[in-house]
């Protein structure tokens, strides 16, 4: 059993479309994130919910949207992708907020072309 | 805001070699701090971990110490193998996420 997945593995899209990335964990986790890494391998918080509650927003353009359904969901929307969203996008979610290892997904490797 | 700098890569060492990786931190408070390792095309897996000073995480073969007086993290292992072969990130517990150094990549070599 996975215990953080995420879908799709692999996108591409033509800039100035609309995509999402979808993100589960079967962990009972109260804590999920999305982390963006760069070419370089560069790893950044993006966002960070708690019982579907938003903690963290770090300077991140307001075209990407996260929406938490349920404690066990947390999916990112990107609208009007450009270039320089092109990354691999990962997912989390930890016990605790932020005092606990994070479990991470495979990764969405996002090419925006 | 908190920090984690660790050695930049790449590092080459033929099997069987001595691994170390420096890791140091900047943190109010006393973090957790952890090391994770991505194999090419995966994501992230904990490899190691440590809560308080003086403790010392370790997994398969692969240890670090959690120094508050120098306030670093460097991880070792005696012999490494061609599948260590991944990249490395030191990271640590800022209450609300965690913060990554920017990875080290380590390539073993037979």
């Known amino acids: 059993d996975t215990a953080v997945s995420q879908t799709p593995k692999y996108l591409v899209t033509q800039m100035g479309n609309d995509k999402s990335i979808k993100c589960e964990q079967n962990?009972?986790?109260?804590?999920m994130y999305w982390y963006k890494q760069d070419s370089k391998k560069f790893l950044k918080i993006m966002f960070s919910?708690?019982?579907?509650?938003?903690?963290i927003n770090e300077t991140v353009p307001n075209r990407f949207s996260p929406k938490s359904p349920d404690k066990a969901h947390l999916n990112l929307h990107i609208n009007s992708l450009e270039l320089g969203d092109s990354a691999v996008y990962f997912c989390a979610s930890s016990q605790e907020r932020g005092r606990t290892e994070a479990f991470f997904g495979q990764g969405t490797r996002l090419t925006v072309v | 805001g908190d920090s984690v700098t660790q050695m930049e890569g790449p590092v080459t060492l033929s099997e069987e070699a001595f691994l170390t990786i420096n890791c140091t931190y900047t943190?109010?408070?006393?973090?957790?701090l952890f090391w994770y390792v991505q194999y090419p095309g995966e994501g992230l897996q904990l490899l190691l971990k440590a809560t308080k000073a003086d403790d010392k995480g370790s997994n398969k073969g692969f240890e670090a110490t959690y120094r508050k007086e120098t306030t670093s993290f460097h991880l070792e292992k005696g012999s490494v193998q061609v599948s260590d072969s991944a990249v490395y990130f030191c990271?640590?517990?800022?209450?609300?996420?965690?913060?990554f150094g920017a990875g080290t990549i380590l390539r073993v070599k037979s």
């Open positions: 943190a109010t408070g006393y973090p957790s």
């Open positions: 990271a640590l517990s800022d209450g609300n996420k965690l913060v």
């Open positions: 919910y708690n019982n579907k509650e938003l903690i």
């Open positions: 962990l009972g986790h109260d804590t």
